[in-house]
């Protein structure tokens, strides 16, 4: 049982290349989360999904995209990766109003 | 939206101190979780406590939801507990995901 998981671990990408973040997790759950970590600061919700074939907007979604097309995945995509969005990206699940179990992270770093 | 502050915002102990660590929020929840995050950057759960008490080892935490407060005690400091530690909230029909505070950084010296 490995919990949630993302890949990669850590990426350096150029202004304007693209890039996928998958999470996955093996706890059946529902719902699904894409936060980012600013330095100094909280988690802040970027996207999430309430089952299979479902996404909605969080509180900072601009410049990011999200797919769910299996229950178990949760993809989040930078179609033109800007220097604003050097990060580290974490990834949640849960049940409806549960708690929420976190990934390991993604470093992203936007030259 | 809701609204979490925790403090204090940083705190400096020796090994064996106590602490309390406060988390106050500005609206009703239907969830509030407590986590550490490590040096290493990893968040590791510590509490899911929307009311009441919980205890695991040397780690409590208290929620007064009508308060809108919650309480992190951590007992005979251990330098394994630096970090910093965040208080979390879910308020609404619980589809959206959690609001946390900005964090208590904590540093326990040997």
């Known amino acids: 049982n490995a919990g949630v998981t993302q890949t990669p671990k850590f990426r350096v990408l150029k202004t304007g290349q693209s890039m996928t973040l998958l999470c996955a997790q093996d706890?059946?759950?529902?719902?699904m989360y894409w936060y980012r970590q600013d330095p100094g600061m909280g988690l802040r919700l970027i996207h999430y999904?309430?089952?299979?074939?479902?996404?909605a907007k969080g509180e900072v979604p601009d410049g990011y995209n999200v797919s769910r097309l299996k229950k178990q995945n949760f993809l989040l995509g930078l179609e033109s990766a800007a220097p604003s969005q050097t990060s580290v990206y974490f990834c949640?699940?849960?049940?409806?109003?549960?708690?929420?179990?976190f990934g390991p992270g993604t470093r992203l770093l936007v030259l | 939206g809701i609204q979490v502050e925790q403090s204090p915002p940083d705190l400096i102990l020796q090994e064996g101190a106590n602490s309390t660590l406060r988390c106050n929020f500005s609206?009703?929840?239907?969830?509030l979780q407590w986590f550490h995050q490590n040096p290493w950057g990893q968040l590791i759960n510590l509490f899911y406590?929307?009311?009441g008490t919980k205890q695991n080892g040397r780690l409590s935490a208290t929620t007064v939801a009508t308060e809108r407060y919650s309480l992190l005690y951590i007992s005979s400091s251990q330098t394994t507990d630096s970090g910093v530690y965040f208080c979390?909230?879910?308020?609404?029909?619980?589809?959206?995901?959690?609001?946390f505070g900005k964090g208590t950084h904590l540093i326990i010296q040997p």
């Open positions: 949640a699940s849960s049940e409806a109003g549960e708690t929420q179990y």
């Open positions: 406590i929307p009311s």
């Open positions: 979390a909230v879910l308020s609404g029909g619980g589809a959206d995901g959690l609001t």
């Open positions: 999904s309430v089952g299979e074939g479902t996404t």
């Open positions: 706890m059946n759950h529902e719902y």
């Open positions: 609206d009703s929840v239907n969830n």
